[in-house]
Nanobody, 125 residues
């Protein structure tokens, strides 16, 4: 059973930066497709970024492309989401998730097997 624990959320002013961490136990992040999701109040959960078993396989939502970077540190068994130029609309609970499927088969939230509890990111204007 893989356990995922997010950290690094907080309150930041618009234009600021945060780095979220997702520490895994019970499994190695390099063995899974890892994703970052977010859910704002009253909205559905949406994919933010995804990284495959190869670090060259990444995906970003259009809304964060060029501002967010997903990365993985295999030695620390941790996945990161570096967020720059934050906007108030980035305010949400951010969660990481792990999928055992092939990268090309990962499409929706239901394709992920394990989820963290989430960390709150609040961007003030």
């Amino acid at each position: 059973q893989v356990q995922l624990v997010e950290s690094g959320g907080g309150l930041v002013q618009a234009g600021g930066s945060l780095r979220l961490s997702c520490a895994a136990s019970g499994g190695t992040v390099s063995s899974y497709v890892m994703g970052w999701f977010r859910q704002a109040p009253g909205k559905e959960r949406e994919i933010v970024a995804r990284i495959g078993r190869s670090e060259f396989s990444t995906y970003y939502a259009d809304s964060v492309k060029g501002r967010f970077t997903i990365s993985r540190d295999n030695a620390k068994n941790t996945v990161y989401l570096q967020m720059h130029t934050l906007k108030p609309e980035d305010t949400a609970v951010y969660s990481c998730a792990a999928s055992a499927k092939l990268y090309s088969r990962v499409r929706t939230t239901s394709d992920y097997n394990y989820w963290g509890q989430g960390t709150q990111v609040t961007v003030s204007s």
